[in-house]
C-alpha cells in the first residue's frame, strides 16, 4: 500500500486509516521497529491491563479463594529448610 509523507507541524508523518487502524488494533501509540531497511509498526499491547480492578472486584465478591491447600497434609516442610 502507497501513503503519502504529509506536515506535521515541523515535523512529517503519514496518516492511516480507520480501517487499518481499527484491524490492527492501533490506538495513541504504536512500537516503531526498525529492522534491515524497514520500518514495523506494532500495537504496544498490554496484557495485564485492568489485572488489579479485576482482583479487586474477586476479592469483593469472594472469588479468589484457593481451590486446594496450597501445603499438601503429605507434604514435608522440613526438605525445604
Known amino acids: 500500500m502507497e501513503v503519502s ?3 506535521i507541524g515541523n515535523s512529517k508523518g503519514i496518516r492511516l486509516s480507520k480501517t ?3 484491524k490492527y ?3 495513541d501509540r504504536v512500537e ?3 529492522d534491515k531497511g524497514q520500518i514495523i509498526l506494532k500495537p504496544i ?3 495485564r491491563k485492568g489485572w488489579e480492578k479485576a ?3 474477586m476479592a469483593e465478591n469472594g472469588d479468589d479463594k ?3 491447600n496450597d501445603v ?3 507434604e514435608n516442610l522440613e526438605e525445604w529448610k
Do not use: G, Q
Request: glycine content about 0%.
Open 55 to 57: 482482583f479487586e472486584k
Open 66 to 68: 484457593l481451590y486446594f
Open 20 to 22: 487499518i487502524l481499527e
Open 32 to 34: 516503531m521497529i526498525l
Open 5 to 7: 509523507i504529509v506536515r
Open 72 to 74: 499438601f497434609e503429605d
Open 25 to 27: 488494533n492501533l490506538k
Open 45 to 47: 499491547s498490554k496484557p
